[in-house]
């Protein structure tokens, strides 16, 4: 399975959150990559767009969005990320973010339901 998590924040914030979720021990045996955004006209090098995340293990998914919502409720700046898995698309705004844990089971709820209206 593949997710794809957007940042819409400056890059350095989209490296902080790749760091985290590499250094958290429950993602262990998933690939985690960063998608840079095509270089346009007057740009030095990449800016990172994304997060791809890869694994075959369907329980890690609940790990991926305990460490996505925890993070999100940690921002003192609002921020807003969008998780895609397959057709479903879910957008958090961290001002929204109240108890992460509650955050993560719902954001779980919606990447496993198919019929997720978002």
């Known amino acids: 399975m593949t997710l794809r998590v957007e940042i819409f924040a400056d890059p350095d914030t989209l490296r902080a959150v790749e760091r985290e979720l590499r250094s958290d ?11 840079d955004a ?32 925890g993070w999100l409720g940690r921002q003192r700046q609002p921020t807003r990320v969008r998780v895609r898995l397959g057709e479903r698309e879910i957008e958090l705004e961290s001002d929204r ?12 709820r919606k990447l496993r339901d198919d019929d997720t209206d978002v």
């Not at 993602?27 to 998608?35: A, C, D, N, P, Y």
Request: without cysteine.
């Open 97 to 108: 973010v109240k108890d992460a844990d509650a955050t993560a089971e719902e954001l779980l």
């Open 25 to 35: 021990a429950d993602l262990r045996g998933t690939r985690l990559s960063r998608i």
């Open 38 to 69: 095509p270089i346009k006209p007057g740009e030095m090098g990449f800016v990172p767009d994304a997060l791809q995340w890869v694994t075959d293990n369907n329980t890690l998914l609940a790990a991926l969005a305990g460490a996505v919502a």
